[in-house]
């Protein structure tokens, strides 16, 4: 059975998911346990192709990380190499933490050097040494998918194009965090324009259609920062774009100490996405969002993937409450406060807060 028919095996068995029983609940896992041997077969195949080609430049090597998007998006299947269009920075590996942001414009507003400012400033020489902050740019959103109508307050106009806002980007973080790109631990990458599928068969007058594709595109950005972070370090810690940080050494005991190896992820926000930290294998995770980054937004797909993956059908809902609190430990007090204004949706404020901060 190919991969292929692994993932429509698997993407079915979700649609009925409700209705699911001990049975339908191995075979969910068998699908998914298929699939990621299918996938594993195919880039131990062109491992051994590209040790004996020793032509290919290094990111021709690294690419194929990427190369699992094809298993999910159709669209990017006639692509030739899946990669960034830009990187900046030493490309560091064999870290213990991954810190990975994912940025887009948000039209006159920005808040990216707002949120690395107090990051890279509370990391102790030792934490940063051994910690690398990979940011994403999503400058590919359609132009009129943003809102004008808010006074500028930050050095992102409403005019600027895509490009203008990622050359933007480049700018600020060359000025202003030369010494952590010079050092490695800080580095920026930009998602290639044919990643994102066309969306524009959905409707373009509802707020709703515009979310809708918003969070789609969000999802994709975080799976390509994953898949990009993945070979660099022990752990990946998801933050966002907006977000102030206490310092990163409470982290760093926490994970450490930790006795138990039995935990799928920590929370270190209670707030969506935002401070979850996983170890270093993502592949469960980047799998289950590509499948289904069209049905729900990401936190609620971060719900599902513990039903699916922890909690048997046949047990009772107070068992797996009580395993949920086991392998899916909180952290208090949070460690990350949201504090953007702007949405990544288009025409949207958000006030929302971490009462834990």
């Known amino acids: 059975i190919t991969c292929r028919n692994h993932f429509l095996e698997f993407k079915e068995s979700i649609l009925h998911l409700k209705h699911k029983s001990e049975r339908n609940h191995q075979e969910l896992m068998k699908a998914l346990n298929g699939m990621k041997h299918d996938i594993r077969q195919k880039n131990l195949s062109v491992n051994l192709v590209e040790k004996k080609v020793n032509t290919l430049d290094k990111k021709e090597t690294v ?69 690398v902050i990979v940011s994403v740019a999503d400058a590919h959103m359609n132009d009129k998918e943003l809102s004008s109508s808010q006074p500028a307050v930050s050095n992102y106009p409403s005019s600027m194009s895509n490009e203008d806002y990622l050359k933007s980007v ?32 959905a409707k373009q007058s ?21 898949l990009y972070a993945q070979p660099k370090a022990m752990y990946y810690l998801q933050l966002q774009d907006d977000i102030i940080a206490k310092k990163m050494y409470k982290i760093t005991d926490f994970v450490l100490n930790i006795t138990s190896n039995d935990w799928l992820y920590i929370e270190f926000s209670i707030l969506k996405f935002i401070g979850k930290l996983f170890k270093w294998d993502l592949t469960d995770f980047i799998y289950f969002f590509l499948m289904v980054y069209e049905d729900k937004p990401i936190n609620l797909l971060l719900e599902d993937i513990f039903q699916v993956k922890m909690c048997n059908p046949e047990e009772s809902h107070e ?30 404020e958000q006030y929302y807060k971490d009462i834990h901060y």
């Open 63 to 131: 690419s194929n990380s990427f190369e699992v998007l094809k298993f999910f998006l159709p669209h990017v299947r006639k692509v030739g190499r899946i990669y960034p269009d830009v990187i900046i920075g030493k490309e560091k590996t064999g870290t213990c933490f991954v810190l990975g942001i994912s940025t887009v414009w948000r039209g006159n507003r920005g808040y990216l050097k707002h949120t690395l400012t107090p990051l890279v400033s509370r990391m102790a020489l030792s934490e940063e040494k051994d910690s």
């Open 170 to 201: 480049v700018h600020m973080i060359t000025k202003k965090f030369k010494r952590q790109l010079n050092s490695g631990s800080l580095e920026i990458i930009s998602v290639p324009a044919f990643f994102y599928p066309d969306m524009s068969h």
């Open 206 to 226: 509802t707020e709703d259609s515009q979310k809708l594709k918003s969070w789609r595109r969000q999802i994709l950005d975080f799976c390509f920062l994953m």
């Open 319 to 348: 068992k797996c409450a009580e395993r949920n609190k086991q392998i899916r430990i909180k952290y208090k007090p949070s460690l990350f406060q949201h504090v953007g204004i702007q949405s990544s949706f288009p025409v949207t």
